[in-house]
């Protein structure tokens, strides 16, 4: 025969300090989990949505695969817009975008500032990024750039600084924020994009970082490639958005390793701390456990109610984590060397927080009840 | 029921285009005629082609349209394969590439060498009867990888800048 459900329920009400102190506990490690967990699937988030599979990116050869290292002659579109008809073109305009992208230092308003990315684009640049949507203001004129969502992250700075109006500096100028972007998650609202021509001269450049073209659907990113290889005197080389930012995943491999490790050591860390805790609690009621075995209740049946304990505690701290994840966590933006992304606490993090908090839960429970179970009951009844 | 029958044909007959894999575009595999005897595929040579010539001799010697055998160590980048389409690059075996010891991971990138490589490279792209370049990856259905000794034999295409590119019909894997 089973202990009665409310005999567990009522346990935990028994010792309020006790069970309040033991669900902080849990709630914390779950949360925890859920921050790294959260930070793993925004980062493999704004890698996935980045590219587009009709985009192919042309780039140098010598820059690997850093982009912003790449430097490559103006004339790069003009000569792969002339051998190749893959791009996309309507009313008479080629969906290609030439681009001078680099990481160089921003400093806001307010004074505060970071390592930004910037892009020098022209008005085919929103042809060829489709995600790129202007949520607010005008596109840049001279002098003017457009903020990315996440670009006050990406700088440290606050999204007052760098709201329309208000103006940032780099490459010894200053520029009037004219606008803001967002681009469905992926990688450029981490950005601050200002006009091509003003950038090259701010910078003193006339050469580019990349070529990007919108391919129709007869043509495929292989022909383009083809061409970077026949061209060897140009030293460039193309590859498929897509593929791009897969390649990024694979950089960032060891990144996300090491934060599957952490949640395994978090994990193991909380199973510890409800080991202690259960340990505390299962130690002060040897007396009522074994009574309960003097009673008739068997050793399995005063397990489960053990269990059950312990389970309803980690599912209240996985519930309050979840709820706190998901109101105060979610969407919180993270600074990072690519640029910056949001902490998503989606159906996987929410499934894998609940599932160490309910692991937590057993397992914590389970040791101290089965050593409390194996003392004499009549030793036990004696116990203080 | 004659219309009932027609119709049904029709929507068979739609079906089946319905269901067909492809955009009209030529895939590689109908362009592999297999020889079942020797299991090599319509480009591969059977022999090696005689009168082959180094890359770097080529890229001296060779004109525009002209026929030409080159023989070359598949490489010049850390990606020298065209994704989807049978070309890749090929590099002058007298241009020394990291050896084992090294420790390098990508030897058929000539990192030590990048200036020898830029006078010393080709461009072979495996192209069918009319012209067009195969559209199935090298790597799968010509039995070659990075490194591969190879001779080719086709047509070569140079432009002003020097580029060499061989629109090659053969292929001879050489295994020494």
Same mark, same amino acid.
């Given at each position: ?308 304990? #312990?389970? &309803? !505690?980690?599912?209240? $701290?996985? *519930?309050?984590?979840?709820?706190? +994840? =998901? ?29 160490? #908090?309910? &692991? !937590?839960?057993?397992? $914590?429970? *389970?040791?101290?009840?089965?050593? +409390? =179970? ?11 | ?72 160590l598949i490489g010049g980048s850390s990606e020298p394969f ?6 890749f690059t090929i590099v ?5 590439y990291c ?5 390098c991971p990508t030897p058929w990138d000539y ?27 090298a790597r799968?259905?010509?039995?070659v990888k990075e490194l591969s000794k190879v ?26």
């Amino acid at each position: 025969m089973l202990l009665p459900w409310e005999y567990g329920v009522r346990n935990l009400a028994r010792r309020p300090m006790r069970t309040a102190l033991t669900l902080v506990a849990l709630a914390t490690v779950v949360m925890l989990v859920f921050v790294v967990v959260g930070f793993i699937r925004g980062l493999e988030q704004s890698l996935t949505v980045s590219g587009d599979e009709d985009v192919v990116l042309v780039y140098s050869v010598n820059s690997e695969e850093n982009i912003e290292n790449s430097s490559i002659a103006a004339r790069t579109p003009s000569l792969l817009t002339a051998s190749l008809d893959g791009a996309v073109k309507r009313f008479g305009i080629t969906n290609v975008s030439p681009e001078l992208y680099l990481g160089t230092r921003v400093k806001t308003d307010e004074g505060d500032g970071g390592l930004g990315l910037v892009r020098g684009v022209t008005l085919s640049t929103p042809l060829v990024r489709r995600r790129v949507k202007l949520t607010e203001g005008d596109w840049p004129g001279d002098g003017e750039v457009i903020v990315g969502r996440l670009a006050a992250a990406k700088l440290g700075s606050s999204d007052d600084a760098m709201a329309i109006g208000q103006s940032v500096e780099f490459e010894g100028r200053r520029w009037q924020i004219s606008g803001r972007f967002a681009a469905g998650g992926a990688a450029y609202e981490s950005e601050i994009w200002c006009k091509l021509g003003d950038f090259q001269t701010a910078t003193k450049r006339q050469d580019l970082s990349l070529v990007a073209m919108l391919l129709s659907p007869q043509s495929s990113a292989a022909e383009v490639e083809l061409f970077c290889k026949e061209r060897t005197d140009l030293e460039l080389r193309a590859i498929r958005e897509t593929d791009y930012y897969a390649s990024l995943q694979q950089h960032y491999k060891p990144v996300r390793l090491l934060a599957w490790f952490v949640v395994v050591l978090v994990s193991g860390a909380g199973i510890f701390a409800g080991l202690n805790m259960m340990y505390g609690a299962v130690a002060g009621r040897i007396r009522e456990i074994a009574t309960l075995q003097a009673v008739g209740y068997r050793r399995r049946a005063i397990l489960i109610s053990l269990v059950q304990e #312990g389970v &309803l !505690l980690a599912a209240a $701290g996985s *519930l309050l984590s979840g709820v706190i +994840a =998901l109101t105060m966590l979610n969407g919180m933006a993270v600074r990072f060397t690519m640029g910056a992304f949001t902490i998503r606490i989606d159906s996987v993090a929410i499934l894998i927080g609940c599932g160490v #908090g309910l &692991l !937590l839960g057993v397992l $914590g429970a *389970l040791p101290p009840a089965l050593k +409390a =179970l194996r003392a004499e009951v009549a030793t036990s009844l004696k116990a203080v | 029921m004659k219309m009932i029958v027609c119709l049904s044909l029709s929507l068979v007959a739609l079906l089946a285009v319905g269901c067909k894999d492809g955009t009209g575009v030529a895939e590689g595999p109908s362009h592999n005629r297999y020889d079942l005897d020797s299991g090599k595929t319509q480009y591969e040579a059977e022999t090696e082609p005689a009168g082959a010539m180094p890359v770097g001799e080529a890229r001296e010697k060779t004109e525009d349209g002209q026929d030409v055998t080159l023989v070359g160590l598949i490489g010049g980048s850390s990606e020298p394969f065209v994704k989807g389409l049978a070309a890749f690059t090929i590099v002058d075996p007298k241009v020394p590439y990291c050896a084992d010891e090294e420790g390098c991971p990508t030897p058929w990138d000539y990192c030590c060498e990048t200036d020898a490589v830029k006078q010393n490279i080709a461009t072979v792209k495996i192209v069918d009867d009319s012209g067009k370049p195969v559209t199935q990856d090298a790597r799968e259905f010509l039995n070659v990888k990075e490194l591969s000794k190879v001779v080719v034999k086709g047509k070569a295409r140079r432009d002003d800048q020097g580029n060499l590119t061989v629109a090659a019909s053969k292929i001879f894997l050489k295994k020494d």
